[in-house]
């Protein structure tokens, strides 16, 4: 019989700048124990275990490893995939034991979103069920920061990080160019469903009259007259306006505001795009000349100016996955405890994968200024820790020397596995 | 009579990560000698001198000046504002000198692109005629690296490294994504007459494979068959497709890609708007999910990762300023001599205005690539000593301390001015 000691690690989802840092934390504590073997990352998340693509992390150099923990996207890939559920698909799921079981593989930890927490819960009951028992642990990323039970995602720090500092720049710039030119500016951040990112632009107002002038929520109805109102009032007071919208804001009838842009191929609006739309009723009501910047991926991969907190932290819960294991934990998720807020204190801990999948945890109301166009003061002290410190990588030629890894596939040991969805 | 020591010093045009340095370069330059007066500076450029709007820059603290090295944005404000010739408005050029006169300055230092320079040339002339002449010194500033005469223009470097890193870190993001999900990204950058700003993200790439893999310059017309071929090669070749867009890019008839965009308030069609149309394109012809993102703004205020060159050219042709001016030179530009690329070393040195005033300098067909979709070497090695070095400012709580002037402005001895056109 195979041993059961080596560790199956999936990415998942939309990738963030520290993600990898977490596979760090895994690789790295894994090797400190003498209780677990290979850890293998499957290429492209959970694919990589469907189609038995897994990479041999052992292959890379210690240097290369700890590269890791400074270098955005997604190492070995991520995917874009949710296991439905096991009535649903039961050959998925046999498939996924049958190549844990080739390979002697007796832990999975997932890193990603409420779907993979939902994923990892699902394997874990069934691998008890089989009589295989893998011990399933779910690791949290996700920049929306929507993640129940845990003060905060590792992944999300960082983009609130870069957020408040392009505010804060962009703004400085509209500031000086307003008495001639440009006096509005919009910039679109990411956030579908919760307002946590563009709430984090919040953080670059030091003094009342700052930018971002009026942050633009999913979580409030926009209403085009009262905004051009806003804008106005705005640039009467200071000269020019900052807005700093969610990809995700609505009409009061529930449509997106980005909505109304092209279609894609399959005829699915893609978000992306609420920023031009802002900036053309702007120009159509009140007539000034605007700007306007989407950031879409780049905030999400800005790792060189990653938040040292949300770093360190990501780097944690990694390496906690694995503790939790050889502690004997199952079917839980790393959290992120918060023990106070001045001085910033945090330990990691877990929750059951029942629990906190998914469940979406909404941005409170509370955290919204009374007016609904900005953060309140509870907001503010909740986010200003996340954002705490610089974590530099290293450059070579004025360039970031992120970490390439080589790769390398084990060789498989099951005939291909033919009906993955995807 | 009033000395004639006084210095006015104005910021013009759109402002960049590294213009303050160039500020914090006269004034500390011109603390350092007993031969100045005081340095004013122009409230929003040279609407400043047409309004006797002079910030007294005396009555700001020497950490608040030296600040202003790591500070983006025109801290002074800056202006876009033409001078017409002499003969069209011969009452603004006497009100500026009026100004000169009433407030004892003998020299002008314009920090900006072709149009200043052109400025500071018929200042110069003026007021030699008029018998008060005024020294004159250009300083160099231009983020679209246009200004002929000089290697560089400081603020050039900074975007360029900006697009380069921003290239890599959204492009590692892609490639993580693109097994499962997006695999076009587009990145749109400024640049609406010549590719500078679009050819540095070439720097991103060190291997064959790597993005970005399609850059759109101005000075190539674009086919859109031809392109989404292009797209559709490197997505079967690579997995992806990185593709950086300037602004200014257009179709082989001369219309802009951008401009079957919104109108603004005059009718006039806003440049900005490159990606999602370019975005449209692929989705229609080969279906691929995208992502795009325009960096606008965030291009030239990103001072958290300024190149450290250009952090100390833009210093350099400051402090130069003064140092030219002190040693008789009238009438020039300051400008950046590349002595020699490996290992780079650099001077300042001098070209007359009326050689450098509106004279663009496009980018050498030879530094395209011969198929018009990348650069070439030569291009590689010219921009690459640009983009060297990092040069943090200071965090506190997680954010960038830019300088937060006073801007006290120098009491009025004349009447108020009413003919200005903007």
Redo the contacts between chains.
Sequence with gaps: MVARNNVFYA?SG??T?VINASACGVIEAAKQTNRLGKVFAGK??I?GALREELIDTSKESSAAISALRY?????F?????KLPSVQDNLSEYKRILAVFKAHGIGYFFYNGGGDSQDTAHKVALFSREQGYPVTCIGIPKTIDNDLAYTDTCPGFGSVA?YV???T???G??????A???TKV?V?EVMGRHAGWIAASAG??RSKGSEPPHLILFPEIPLDPVNFCNKVKASVDRNGYCVVVASEGVRFGNGKFVAEA??K???GHS?L??V??KL??MI??A?????????????Q??????A?ATDVAQAYAVGQAAVEFALAGKNGVMVTIKRESTDPYRWTVDSVPLDKVANVEKKMPRSFISRDGWGISKACRVYL?PL????D?PA?V????Q?ARLNNQLVKKKLAAFASIQ?
């Design positions: 990415q939309g990738v700048a492209n998340g694919l270098t955005p996207s997604g190492a890939g991520s995917c874009r995939y990080k408040a500092i392009s804060r720049e962009a400085m710039d509209v500031a000086s160019m008495a001639s030119s500016f910039l953080l670059a842009a092209e894609d191929a399959f893609q992306g795009g920023a031009p900036v053309a120009g159509k009140l007539g000034y000349k605007c700007h306007w910047a989407v950031s879409d991926y780049l999400r991969a800005a790792r060189h100016i938040s200003a954002i705490q410190g610089e530099y450059y030629n004025g360039l970031p992120y995807s």
